[in-house]
């Protein structure tokens, strides 16, 4: 992936559902070649359980009257990493959301919470047995979600399959990981569990100033040329994975959404001496994502936190406050037209980008092209 075309991604890729466009338009959509977001602020990498590493929608070929939307978290999990092996958090609120009109703002929101039991609290082992079924009271260690949506119970005591332990204890763990596919009431299904990490990128060189392997002899500080390093090949994330009609998303006669994922947690956290934490008070959000890199590479390092508790509907507003002198563009929102990393690029590589203020980078990605994937009256996010 080319380093400047992320440069300028923000909040929530746009997904058009016609029919008459072929199923998916890749304008703003996130695939699995695009990047990501892993560790991007400050805080959220101090609790890895609630950072959203991966959000991907798309109209799957096989069945073209859906949408399936993926998001993850909780990434460079090492698979081997037992014996208490990765999980979602318990005390975390997941939600994927979807905006049907374009104004920012979430008409349709799924939302997860995760339950964790001890089957045999005696033994120090994660499988105490052979796991052949996702039922199997070997797995010692059995987590269940409950799926809402709108903030109403459509599914509940769903189970998650195990960690891959190993060919003893999860023998055979596709079979696992295919039994944990859910039906859901109305039409759909639900996944939740770990998978593999999904895409590739050098994120050790990209983020060693810049660094890419194959052009390092171009960079300012050359060294020789190197074919690229998946840093995240051998790596585990925590998926949720639905797919669910189109008729579920769609408003009216508008055929393109904006997905994004966020991770929230309860306001107050008691620490209880030799036992689990407490938590209570109104939910708060502590990260998001939508498009990739956007809070790594768009956003300073001063307001990373900040805007992992944005809504997308305040992107607009915020953004051009972030970013000094502002631009005198009317409408303009600086990390955008004047991206950071376009600059970097050019001091790196002496590539010559075009002059700010990029009004084609806010049409591309905050607001959709005119007469492709623009909803009538979109807010910029």
Sequence with gaps: MPLI???????????????????????????????????????????????????????????????????????????????????????????IKVDSDGDAVEDVTYGFRFSTTTVDPNSFLYATGPITSIEDDTWNRPQTYTVFRDGTEIATNLLTPPANVGPRSTPDYESLAAEAIHDLPGGGQVFAGQRDEGFYVDIASIFD?????????????PLPDAGGIDTFAGYNVQSIALQVPKS?????????????????????RTLNTGAASSFSGDWVQVSRLGSPLVNEVVVPLGAKDAFNGLEPVQDADVFPTLSAPPLSTEGDIPLVTDPILAGLVEALYGVEVPPAPRADLVSIFLTGIADVNQPEGVRPA
Excluded: C
């Design 5 to 95: 075309s992320v440069s300028s991604r923000l909040s929530a890729p746009r997904l058009v559902l016609a029919a008459g466009l072929s199923g998916v338009l890749a304008l703003g959509l996130l695939a699995s070649a695009d990047g990501s977001s892993h560790r991007e602020a400050p805080m959220i990498a101090e609790d890895p359980v609630a950072d959203n590493t991966d959000v991907y929608a798309f109209v799957p070929p096989d069945d073209p009257d859906t949408v399936t939307l993926i998001a993850n978290w909780n990434g460079f999990q090492e698979p081997g990493g037992g014996p208490n092996y990765f999980k979602f958090g318990d005390d975390v609120l997941y939600e």
């Design 209 to 221: 100033l810049g660094g890419l392997r194959p052009l390092n002899s171009a960079h300012a500080i």
């Design 248 to 268: 579920d998303l769609v408003e009216g006669d508008e055929p393109v959404i904006g997905v994004w994922a966020t991770s929230s947690r309860m306001a107050t």
